[in-house]
């Protein structure tokens, strides 16, 4: 049987539709040209948004991120004031250009009568200024970031969140993103999910099963596009 439609698909915006390669020349040239410790950052990045929403406080994602790059900084005996970190935060993540098949992807979906929405932890500013400066604001029907609930993915209440501002049920939502971790969690919230394979991402073994695993978006549009 031909799967049904989602009602909305949204999308993860960091790595899922933005290219990361810019931001890592950044914050590796901050972290004294060592590249390779760009995922170190950003995991620590995540680490401790969790630790924030677990302990029912709120910082913003580039203040995580700002603060995650001088404690990686710091155990390689850099030093990177506050402010500095902020504005290197800043200027890589609102900066980044699309992945080569993002636009053609998103209208390959429209056309398939698709509502889309992106789905962040990056604040609603930057999120705003991330779309602006990728040229991706006029693919989507809206624009969401997990801020206004003061927790980050991947808790429950942001996807619970992000499906009642769309007006649809968690049943009808499927999250495409290039996280294991997010992926997961969408689909611990009863959420469905596509899974892009970018190189160095992989699934959460001990999550439900990927309703759909492809190396790139115009794959998946492919087989959303042929739904009904």
Same mark, same amino acid.
């Given at each position: 049987?031909?799967?049904?439609?989602?009602?909305?698909?949204?999308?993860?915006?960091?790595?899922?539709?933005?290219? #990361? &390669?810019?931001?890592?020349?950044?914050?590796?040239?901050?972290?004294?040209?060592?590249?390779?410790?760009?995922? #170190?950052?950003?995991?620590?990045?995540? !680490?401790?948004?969790?630790?924030?929403?677990?302990?029912?406080?709120? $910082?913003?994602?580039? !203040?995580?991120?700002?603060?995650?790059?001088?404690?990686?900084?710091?155990?390689?005996?850099?030093?990177?004031?506050?402010?500095?970190?902020?504005?290197?935060?800043?200027? &890589?993540?609102?900066?980044?250009?699309?992945?080569?098949?993002?636009?053609?992807?998103?209208?390959?979906?429209?056309?398939?009568?698709?509502?889309?929405?992106?789905?962040?932890?990056?604040?609603?500013?930057?999120?705003?200024? !991330?779309?602006?400066?990728?040229?991706? @604001?006029?693919?989507?029907?809206?624009?969401? &970031?997990?801020? &206004?609930?003061?927790?980050?993915?991947?808790? @429950?209440?942001?996807?619970?969140?992000?499906?009642?501002?769309?007006?649809?049920?968690?049943?009808?939502?499927?999250?495409?993103?290039? $996280?294991?971790?997010?992926?997961?969690?969408?689909?611990?919230?009863?959420?469905?999910?596509?899974?892009? $394979?970018?190189?160095? !991402?992989?699934?959460?073994?001990?999550?439900?099963?990927?309703?759909?695993?492809?190396?790139?978006?115009?794959?998946?549009?492919?087989?959303?596009?042929?739904?009904?």
């Amino acid at each position: 049987m031909t799967p049904l439609k989602p009602k909305v698909l949204f999308f993860d915006v960091n790595e899922t539709l933005l290219d #990361l &390669s810019t931001m890592k020349k950044q914050i590796g040239k901050a972290l004294g040209g060592k590249e390779d410790l760009l995922p #170190l950052w950003f995991t620590t990045m995540l !680490q401790y948004s969790l630790v924030v929403s677990a302990s029912g406080t709120y $910082h913003s994602f580039g !203040q995580i991120g700002a603060a995650a790059l001088q404690m990686v900084a710091a155990n390689h005996n850099i030093t990177i004031s506050e402010n500095e970190a902020r504005n290197i935060v800043t200027d &890589s993540m609102q900066n980044l250009r699309p992945h080569p098949e993002v636009k053609d992807t998103l209208v390959t979906l429209k056309d398939a009568g698709y509502q889309l929405a992106a789905f962040t932890n990056s604040s609603q500013d930057g999120l705003k200024n !991330q779309f602006k400066n990728a040229g991706l @604001t006029d693919y989507f029907d809206d624009m969401l &970031s997990v801020e &206004s609930t003061g927790k980050f993915k991947p808790f @429950t209440d942001t996807y619970l969140w992000g499906a009642k501002k769309m007006g649809v049920k968690p049943e009808d939502c499927m999250l495409i993103a290039a $996280h294991g971790w997010d992926v997961a969690g969408a689909l611990w919230a009863g959420w469905r999910a596509a899974f892009v $394979h970018r190189p160095g !991402q992989q699934r959460f073994p001990l999550a439900p099963e990927t309703e759909i695993v492809e190396t790139d978006l115009n794959k998946i549009a492919s087989i959303l596009a042929a739904y009904q």
